[in-house]
């Protein structure tokens, strides 16, 4: 029983930082390079939803896992737990929080009835996604250094 808890907390970590990667670098940059501005952004935020789903649940699966490791398989290193913990936090955070944020300032702009509170939504709305990007690539070198971590063990 202990190693599918091993398995399952291993198959969390390399799904979401393989999932980081690929929006991040491949999805994004494509969607944005192929289509216009706002288009790309619908798009982006139409996947974004989905795409913190994936850093949920593999940050439960994970979480959970850890503690039946250190429960039942004796112990467990602090530093991955709390990496871990760390990397599901701002997870959590930036889909929730941030990314609700930036939904509502999207929502705004759409709606706004003049292009002075237009550009002023805009200017909050670069903020937050510079936010968001930022906890994006912190979770992110987090997940490599789990990874890198594990690979120590092994």
Not at 7 to 29: M, Q
Not at 92 to 119: C, Q
């Amino acid at each position: 029983m202990l190693i599918l808890f091993k398995f399952l907390y291993l198959l969390s970590v390399v799904i979401w930082v393989g999932s980081i990667i690929f929006f991040s670098f491949c999805a994004a940059p494509s969607v944005f390079k192929v289509l216009e501005r706002e288009k790309a952004g619908e798009v982006i935020g139409d996947i974004f939803p989905k795409y913190w789903l994936v850093g949920y649940v593999c940050g439960i699966v994970g979480t959970l896992s850890l503690v039946f490791i250190a429960v039942y398989g004796g112990g467990l290193p602090p530093l991955r737990f709390v990496l871990f913990l760390a990397m599901t936090a701002l997870g959590f955070y930036s889909g929730l929080v941030v990314g609700r944020k930036a939904r509502g300032i999207k929502s705004g702009i759409k709606g706004a009835i003049d292009d002075a509170e237009r550009e002023r939504l805009r200017v909050s709305f670069k903020k937050v996604h510079a936010k968001s990007a930022i906890l994006n690539m912190v979770t992110l070198a987090i997940g490599i250094v789990i990874v890198y971590l594990t690979a120590l063990i092994l």
